[in-house]
Structure formats: C-alpha cells, structure tokens
C-alpha cells in the first residue's frame, strides 16, 4: 500500500469545489483533472475523478453520475490546524457557508477551535492550538 488518500463524491460541482478550496487555503492546487467525454457515462465535461492538493494533502474527487439521496456527513471532517487567528477566522468564514457545527471559540482542548460546513456539504474542524 503506498499511500491513503481522502475522496469526495460531489453530484455536478466537484471543480467549482475545488477551485473554491484552493483559493481559501494557501499552497494549494489542482493537480489532475479527468472529465466525462461525449457519450460516456457521466455529464459531458464533468469530472470524472480529479485531485487536488491541500498544503500537501492529496485529495481525490468525482462529479457521481449517478444521483444518490445521500451526500457528505459531519462524522468525517477535513482537520485543519491554522498558524494564526487571521487564518482560523478567515478559513472560518470562508468555509460556514453550509452551517456551524461548533462556534468558533476558546475550548479547554484548544485556543481557538470551530467545525463548520461549506456550501458544498463538506464538514472541516478548524483548530488554533493552545
């Protein structure tokens, strides 16, 4: 086994996506993108599996082709642990578009900590340690 590599299964907006992630956090881009041609499966010019790294974690996605009645969870998060309050508030913002699992604040684990949900369903628990 070389490696684990996270995967997300978006239902049409895996670039936008990851183009949205790559642009909040630092040192971060798209590395391959593979989408659905003309009479293939999927929607014609949606992906059909794509990475993207995140400060060096490599994550995989795909634009499923086919609909499901599910879709992310919180009980599987992206953990991020942030340098500074200008990070941790502006990754805060920028990625509680879709709720708030635990407000931003000063919890006895950590300085400054918050789960939150992006408007694409994805759940990431921001951490400021002590």
């Known amino acids: 086994m070389k490696k684990v590599t996270p995967f997300l299964m978006f239902q049409g907006n895996a670039e936008e996506a990851m183009n949205y992630y790559t642009s909040l956090i630092e040192d971060s881009a798209i ?65 509680s578009d879709g709720g708030v699992l635990m407000q931003l604040g000063d919890y006895s684990f950590s300085k400054k900590f918050g789960w939150v949900v992006d408007k694409f369903g994805v759940s990431w628990q921001l951490n400021l340690p002590n």
């Open 31 to 95: 590395t391959s993108i593979i989408r659905y041609g003309a009479n293939e499966a999927g929607d014609e010019g949606s992906v059909m599996q794509a990475t993207f790294s995140l400060r060096g974690q490599e994550i995989m996605c795909i634009d499923s082709n086919i609909k499901h009645d599910f879709t992310f969870t919180p009980s599987f998060s992206l953990y991020i642990t942030c340098d500074t309050e200008e990070e941790i508030n502006r990754l805060y913002e920028g990625l």
